[in-house]
């Protein structure tokens, strides 16, 4: 192991070299060498050509994480989870076709570099089918310069998988929080695990090498066994990185609940505003049922733990991120991906493992845009891509789905007044469109699985029946014509009994959620 500077590590990298890091957000994000390489670059015009690989989302949404890496003739080519997060920069790389930019599922590319590690071929898996990752479809191409199929399909035993290929890796950046004279890497305050030992493993097994970027260096001997997540024998080189360049989220500096320092009381976390948002969280919420295994989405359905705590349940539930973390409560915002006060952490490829083989009983995600046949958008918005992150490994694996989000967007303005939801501005777009940017979500696939997916806004709530969307349910104060049908490009399907939303949750204070949860048997 060696300890040297950031620049140093900078130099390291080669034109052409493929890159991956572990990291979700600035969740384990090696901010500092991102700097560093991007500034050897605008000083040097050195590297070029370089491929970038990462399992979710990889920055603030503005200028930091990947975003250090959107120049032109730096980045040849990025293979992620998510786009949004990288910023407007890396936005405006691939809207000009000057990056090869592919999208695919979260959950594959965290199980890539096990099996770039044991040398596998390939990855199969169903997770991806009749999406727009599926090559019949777009192959996962975000913009015209991806060029390259990098996804097949296969079959075996007379189905159908996917078969993504697997590059060779050159350079491992992973974080941690210290590492020893020996190499050996800790992550005891990082709020989420990532998947280092995986990245790293890859880059040995190919012959590459191991930047860990940490807080600082401890004496040899320092750290338990078990406290260290990647052995010293498989790291090349450490480097420090500055306390604001180690961010625990992208939101947060460091919170030790995050972290499972300490345990905050879930009665001093604030409460939602009486807002559209609650009102589809509350709904939502609706849909647990006793001891529920849950995954939550960023955005709206990060509000449904929120509410889940304010009525009392917590404890009752476990409620989980794709990024490793098991029961407290997910953060939101610029902190999801962590929770308060979560049970376990566990590394990311390990999440999906449990999520791929039907571990969530729930699932609670957002919805961008959605058709007839129920199929859904959250990856390619108003054009722009935005990545698809883990929903399609979530939506296809889970016992049950619902997608949470307001009606109409742009612009929409409403309040709670006297029990009943009032529309001050109608949003400029409509969500629900006669056809969709792009299938982040497949209804027939669901269909035929017979899975139970839900459709909750603030106004009404869909579900997918015999692969239509059926309206069952409007709020109360609500127009039928003109707030629903005239908002929409299509007619849905109505259920023979159209019910009005439960009255209660357009209160200030709602104290339902427990005995509909406790009605149900899971």
Aim: with cysteine.
């Amino acid at each position: 192991m060696k300890l040297i500077s950031q620049e140093k590590a900078a130099k390291l990298i080669k034109d052409g070299d493929t890159i991956f890091t572990s990291s979700f957000g600035m969740n384990g994000f090696p901010e500092e060498f991102a700097i560093s390489l991007e500034k050897r670059f605008l000083e040097t015009g050195n590297p070029v050509g370089l491929t970038y690989y990462n399992a979710a989302a990889s920055g603030n949404f503005g200028e930091k994480g990947v975003a250090h890496l959107a120049h032109e003739g730096l980045l040849k080519r990025i293979v992620t989870g998510h786009f949004g997060a990288a910023g407007p920069a890396m936005q405006k790389l691939i809207a000009e076709n000057k990056v090869e930019a592919y999208n695919f599922p979260q959950g594959v590319l965290a199980q890539v570099p096990k099996y770039i590690a044991s040398k596998k071929p390939a990855y199969i898996t169903r997770v991806g089918l009749g999406t727009f990752i599926d090559p019949r479809l777009e192959g996962g191409k975000s913009n015209e310069a991806a060029k390259e199929d990098l996804v097949d399909i296969i079959e075996i035993y007379g189905e159908e998988y996917m078969m993504y290929k697997i590059p060779k890796v050159d350079v491992a950046v992973i974080r941690g929080t210290y590492a020893d004279e020996n190499g050996n890497v800790t992550t005891e305050d990082e709020a989420i695990l990532t998947d280092p030992i995986a990245v790293a493993t890859a880059a040995k097994s190919c012959g590459g090498i191991v930047i860990a970027e940490v807080r600082a260096i401890a004496k040899a001997g320092s750290f338990h066994p078990k406290q260290i997540k990647v052995p010293g024998l498989m790291v090349d080189y450490i480097v420090i990185a500055q306390p604001e360049n180690h961010r625990q989220t992208s939101g947060t500096i460091f919170n030790p609940a995050f972290s499972g320092d300490l345990k905050i009381p879930m009665h001093s976390m604030p409460k939602m505003p009486l807002t559209e948002r609650k009102i589809i969280a509350r709904r939502a919420a609706m849909e647990l049922v006793p001891h529920a295994v849950v995954n939550v989405g960023v955005g709206i359905p990060d509000g449904v733990p929120t509410v889940a705590n304010e009525e009392g349940m917590s404890h009752e539930l476990s409620f989980g991120t794709e990024a490793g973390v098991i029961g407290g409560v997910p953060g939101q915002g610029l902190d999801f991906g962590s929770a308060y006060n979560p049970d376990a952490l566990i590394e990311h490829p390990q999440q999906f493992d449990f999520y791929d083989g039907g571990g969530i009983d729930v699932t609670f995600l957002g919805l961008g845009e959605s058709d007839y046949n129920g199929n859904v958008n959250v990856s390619k918005l108003g054009g722009k891509p935005v990545g698809v992150g883990g929903f399609v490994n979530i939506t296809q694996n889970a016992k049950k789905v619902v997608f949470c989000g307001t009606f109409t967007a742009g612009g929409l303005k409403e309040e709670i007044k006297d029990g009943k939801l009032v529309i001050l501005q109608e949003g400029k777009a409509k969500k629900f469109r006669n056809k969709i940017d792009q299938v982040s979500f497949s209804g027939a696939i669901s269909t035929k699985n017979n899975q139970p997916v839900l459709y909750v806004t603030e106004r009404a709530v869909f579900e997918l029946n015999e692969g239509k969307l059926t309206l069952i349910e409007i709020a109360p104060g609500i127009d039928l014509e003109k707030d629903i049908f005239a908002q929409m490009e299509f007619k849905p399907e109505i259920a023979k009994e159209l019910k009005t939303m439960d009255i209660d949750m357009f209160q200030e204070a709602w104290g339902g959620l427990k005995s509909i949860v406790h009605s149900k048997n899971k």
